[in-house]
């Protein structure tokens, strides 16, 4: 058990908020881009200078250079075993984040008059469901935003086209905080998804889609990075004419390097999966992910001074989201949260109240912190 924790989560109610970090450093609870493990940012500090005894800085290292090479080699090892990605699938290192793939993978997927078949759990999936649009027929078989987003379909709720080429959901709603617990149910079809969220931090099955795609920023390194996996299936169906730069095929042929890499990037994302690989795997980040969410959850189920957004079952374990009983105490509870050394805490701006991100690297102190900050914040409030 940590050691700052007791039965209930919390070792008191009172406690300084502030004493788990080192010096200067705020609970992170950003939406990204999101804390890093902090050993992960000393290392990649160590490196700027000297990057691997090259000489050169980590900044200034050629991305055709042999270091870089060897760099890129090991990070795409390092993904294959954390994640058992199948030895036939592809892994990239693309830029423009998801919100490219939005239009790349239906670029490549959908010939003319093509048809894709969309879950939309939130504002990504929305997104997601514009830029398709764009390319060929795309459908939401499956919509919430009538209900204000708070849960994902179950089984059975939605029906795939028969001439559908590829379903498409995103598996982690930051904006809402609600999350798919199952693989969905495809109807047979292939499984497209947006995994920026939750990807290496939740149990995935690889083998079960054809593309996942996730913006690095929140589970796996810094901005500026994309994660592309591609089955084979999915680089059989692009079709003659798509712009070099938004064809899979260029990207897999050149090893990720048709054009200059984020090279700092995939340097820190390999550092973040290797410190996962430290740290337990992928088991370990899932059930440290499980123990911040149970303990916050917890928290907010505890007093109906908060009001949890999502729905039991759909309930995200990497974004939380609430709103206070009393919405006026809302700029109240911000300012002394970051009075009291937390930040990232505000809820998106379509939505407002308050959003917890927790991803891999935030460590589970920062959670007891804020859960004890919440019961003493009520304790003055409620």
């Known amino acids: 058990m940590n050691p700052i924790v007791g039965s209930d989560g919390l070792k008191g109610r009172k406690r300084a908020h502030r004493s788990v970090q080192p010096a200067g450093r705020i609970h992170n609870f950003g939406a990204g881009p999101a804390v890093l493990p902090l050993e992960v940012v000393e290392e990649v500090a160590a490196a700027l200078p000297n990057l691997d005894e090259s000489g050169f800085g980590l900044l200034e290292t050629s991305h055709r250079s042999p270091t870089f090479q060897g760099i890129i080699n090991s990070v795409v090892e390092r993904i294959r075993r954390v994640l058992s990605v199948p030895d036939d699938y592809e892994v990239l290192f693309l830029q423009g984040g998801a919100s490219t793939q939005f239009y790349m993978t239906a670029l490549n997927l959908l010939g003319k008059g093509g048809k894709a078949d969309f879950l939309v759990t939130g504002g990504w999936s929305q997104k997601a469901l514009k830029e398709a649009s764009g390319v060929g027929d795309a459908f939401a078989v499956w919509d919430d935003s009538e209900n204000g987003f708070k849960s994902v379909p179950q089984d059975g709720d939605y029906t795939i086209r028969e001439d559908a080429s590829y379903i498409h959901y995103t598996s982690n709603n930051t904006l809402y905080g609600t999350q798919f617990h199952h693989l969905p149910d495809s109807g047979g079809k292939p499984r497209v998804v947006d995994a920026s969220s939750d990807i290496c931090g939740v149990p995935i099955d690889i083998s079960a889609h054809d593309i996942i795609y996730a913006g690095a920023q929140k589970n796996l390194g810094p901005s500026g990075v994309t994660l592309v996996i591609l089955s084979p299936w999915a680089l059989t169906q692009a079709k003659q004419g798509i712009p070099t730069m938004l064809d899979y095929h260029t990207h897999v042929s050149k090893g990720s390097m048709f054009n200059t890499p984020n090279t700092f990037g995939i340097y820190v994302l390999g550092r973040v999966f290797a410190w996962i690989e430290r740290n337990g795997g992928l088991d370990g980040a899932i ?74 690297g935030c460590p589970i102190e920062s959670v007891v912190a804020l859960v004890g900050f919440m019961r003493d914040f009520e304790s003055q409030h409620g």
Not at 340 to 357: D, E, M, P, V, Y
Request: hydrophobic share 40%.
């Open 287 to 360: 059930e440290r992910n499980r123990a911040k969410a149970a303990l916050l959850y917890g928290e907010l189920d505890r007093s109906d001074f908060w009001r949890p957004h999502a729905h039991g079952g759909s309930r995200s374990v990497m974004n939380v989201t609430w709103r206070l009983a009393d919405e006026d105490l809302e700029g109240v509870f911000l300012a002394a949260a970051t009075a009291a050394g937390f930040g990232g805490l505000k809820g998106h701006q379509s939505i407002g109240g308050i959003r917890a991100s927790m991803y891999n």
